[in-house]
């Protein structure tokens, strides 16, 4: 089976090989593109089924968490980008990939805006921001698929899945009460921080780690072909990685269901 | 249309940062109510273009403000000046030190086409609350300002642009001739030299011989290159070794020919493993791993430049020793930390003038290791802290990194002809005299002197030198490597064309900013910077990598064939100087060490009446106490390959005694690696020989507690010590060292690598002397690991290894007060015991092991129910029997109400005889284990219990009986829920 994925990597990405390594297992041909390779026009987006945005610190996070890698987006790949969008291939963010994709307006990118105009950039109305304990933080996490997630693609996943988070602004907050009733109302949340058990963590510190409002760990794009998490389920994808020794709850599920169907 | 702008960046909602009133009402600010951060970017025109209102709002909204929780207030300086009313605190970098935010603003602004703008920053505090200005100036520099890399003003602060100076090519001569002693120490104190009389003696009379004086680029490459830090003077010196009874009567007196060749390489050719593939001649030692890869570890320390700076100097201090591994062509895969912190509760009044409080010395080295590594993508897995009061002025900070190349990938051969190629980072003014600072000793007045020797690492351009040094090594484009550290590139390039010589030219190395003088850009030890050998053929597809990987490359000339440096700056010669000089000429020193032995016993004390008080004391002890607040803010998972973690158990929060890696691009088959740490000063103030033998075990026990093999682990050492030329601190040091010898051959195990870091001082007092051993050990099947904590109740409990009087050094005695006592020595052929557990580990028998270290039995069964959430009923009857008096030692301690019977309880709970370990063994599996471990030491303890408590007894006596909840919450030093109850 060939179905090449592109793992984006800035300078600064550091979780590439690892997300490589995820989607080998789960049947795809992945292969770690750098950014000025895409840029240079040495590989195009549309040479590949799915984009892969791992996790790391793109440009040190120096200007905020993927905040440098977004602008990358919108000046130089914006075309590209919404052509690959369009055709409905999959895209997934992972930490400072879903950073990223929030902040150059790709997430949940309900507008159809997302550009280098200087009069679209002040639409956006959730963010990813400190984690509310003040620092980076590495723990293990449950994560429960939100069932009215757009990305229908998610829904043969019928367990937990069992990963870390280690990130220092996965904190998901939006600006108003009205536009968290949308974002459910959309189905446009894909994952939810909850207890080993599958209930809410309801805020809980440490079951949600960072503080994100309604425990929101993941969200998805109206269309249902983008998605972006915090946490790393390409740091569980054999039952040898995982920390209380049981062998399901892996991360390799979320890779199998983007790359199966496709 | 502006010129130069202050952009300010607040947060809607700042709830404030719960640890500064903390901390403020610890430097005496009782008054400080409040405090809102705020985020400033200054941005200037150089080219005289102006900025547009439209692109301003542009930059904000793209890359400055976030819209959901910042605002954006932007400010024209040259027509309006910010708010200046309340209280407020602008800090700022100084001119020259890295500032990553700033150049990344100037690289997006260009994305949205803003070219030719330099940008800079600054934060500035709100503080609310009755605040004298005498208030702020010590909030400033107690709190928000480090005065070696900042400064701050209170109000609004001026933009701090990079240092601009004319192009300095000032090149001095330095006459030597006919200059005394007294004169020629004036001039190396004066030019910050560290050489002492004898060293520039033969200086004078080599320039004497060739009737010139040395130019400035000459001798500060001699002070470099001859520094304690480059060079291990004192581990390479002839040392007259006297010692002394404990009553002051000599003993023996010994002639060590180098310390270094004498304990620790001897130890590893007597060892002579046949997997160690190099061993002290590179930037890491390397041991064989599977078919394909060899593992390279290296540990350094960075503990002056911590001191001074714990941010940076931790950050670089990380950088320092991932750019060894990268100088080994090895990819880094982890790393590894142990710190040395003062008391975190001093008060500020006992605080000695000119050094940072230990909390803000902890939390700025702590946030500088995370910082770095975790912006590496590289996994902190194992580590330990520790606590005395002699850290106080001088911290230590050992930072770690293990890499993975394959088999016969490093090139260690310059050709001549080939191109000295150096990758990364520009050179600033940043970092010189590095190597001849941590060569002397830190005083009150260090931070103003020296704050040159620190810098802020840039993680992201070393991560580019990662990934481009590895395509480069697979591509065979280079002929040898190294990294430029301590000595800049004097050290780096002298040191690659000893064997060849080399030519160079200065101008054409990458400069920061302007107006460096030669020698400053020789010495710089700017950060993240690799030097190449590179054949001319191979540089356009170097070049063209090097653009991929968006890595800075530069041609600064080349290796030739007469054995002379030769330094150009703009064609003129600047340093003519033969490599046998530089390298050789360096005359041995002699020196003197004196060692007392210690009184056997000293005073009785009164003895604590409750043992279980006494566990409780210890797990809430710093040294002992759970670390899990600092090791969480480092990413421990990233590469995927972490198997054993530094916490376990089903609340993922015991304690781990050392990391299982299976390094990535390594699955194919079931090997791993191992990871462990021994360091114990409190013991090493009682015996260094004692802490030597004893870090060894500890490293190596722990290595094999997790499931490596005991016949495929290597050594580290890093000595930590005072001024080596006082005899009395020498002494100490060889006796450490014999006990490395003593140590790596009893347990088989090679060193491959190592690092002294001495003079370390404050104000003349040393530090106890340390020793830390790492141990890098072969896991040879990954499913057949163990963690430390209970699994299963119903199971039962074994100690392996025998129980001494060992008391000597002890937590027990420090917190009782107990002064002497017999020290922890070797155990009785120790790698028998670890054979066979390790042989039970590798047929699944062993379900959970520990190791017993500080505190002993007591607080290694503490710390396997904490990690289980379970309890354990043990009877300590059995190992009252058997703690065996040690030969010609009398008993050290009685207890005031004289209960002889008693005291052995004490030694049976806390002892901390080496080579014992805790197992957990299934009922059924209980006959197996004890044949296999026939005629070792082993005796059975108890049982694992459903029911959350720990109950120790002797016979009938209840020594300690304790909840879990109890342990629980003494060890993390937090009111934990009671889930564990039930």
Redesign the interface.
Known sequence: MNFPILILHASGTNRDAEAARACELAGGAPQIVHINQLRAGAYRLSDFEMLVLPGGFSYGDALGAGVRQALDLRVFFNDQLQEFNASGKRVLGICNGFQTLVKAGVLPGARTDVGTGHTQHATRNMTLTHNTSGHFECRWVHLAVEPSAQADFLAPIDDLIFCPVAHGEGNFQVTESATLSQLKQDGLIAFRYVDANGAPAAGRYPLNPNGSVADIAGICNPAGNIIGLMPHPEDHIDPIQNPLGGKGRLGLALFRAMIAGQ | MYRTLRIEISPHEDGG?PRLAAASQRLGVDTLRNCRKSQIYFLTSHSGETFST?RI??LC????A????ETALVIDLSRDEPAADGHVIEVALRPGVTD??A???E??AA??GIRGIEAATATRYELLGDLSTHDLHRLAQGLFCNDTIEQYSLGPIAPQFGSHSDAQNRVEQIPLSGLDEEALLACSQERMLSLDAQEMKEIQSFYDEISRAPTDVELETLAQTWSEHCVHKTFKSWIAFHQQTPDGRAKSVQEIRELLRTYIQAATEKVNRPWVRSAFVDNAGIIEFDDEFDLAFKVETHNHPSALEPFGGANTGIGGVVRDIIGVSARPIACTDVLCFGPQDLPQAELPPGILHPARVQEGVV?GI?DYG????LPTVNGAVVYDDGYLGNPLVFCGAVGLLPKGAHPTEPQPGDRVVVLGGRTGRDGIHGATFSSAELTQSTHMESGSAVQIG???TE??LIELVEAARDEKLYTAITDCGAGGLSSAVGEMGKALGVDVELQNVPLKYPGLTPWEIWLSEAQERMVLAVPPAHLPRLQELA????VEMRNLGHFSDDGWLRVRYGRRAVAELPMAFLHDGLPRPLRVAHYQEQQPTRSAARMPSDPGHMLLRMLSYPSVASKEQIV?????????G??V?P??G?Q?DGPADAAVL?P??A?RHDQAIALSVGINPLLGKRDPYAMAVSAIDEAFRNAVAVGADPDRIALLDNFCWGNPTLPDRLGTLVRACQGCFDGAIAYHAPFISGKDSLYNEFDGQPIPGTLLISALGIVPD??RTCTSHLKRSGNRLYLLGETRYELGGSLFNHLAGVDGGEPPLMPDEPLARYRALHAAIRTGLVQSCHDLSEGGLAVALAEMCIGGRLGAAVDIASIAQDVRLVESSPFPVTTTDHRPLATSHWFSLFSESNGRLLLEVAPEDADTLEERFAGLPLTPLGVVMETAQLVVKHSEQRLVDLSVTELVSAWKGEIVNDASRT
Do not use: Q
Not at chain 2, 66 to 69: K, L, N, R, S
């Open positions: 940062d439209e709002d542009r909204a793209f890359l400055l976030d819209p959901v929780t990553m935010a150049r990344e603003l690289r997006g994305e949205l946030a995370g975790n912006k590496l993508g840039d993680p992201i991560k580019g653009d991929l990987w968006d969480r803010t480092y990413d421990h998972e990233v590469r995927g972490t198997l973690r916490f376990t089903p993922m299976k990535l691009g699955w990954m499913r």
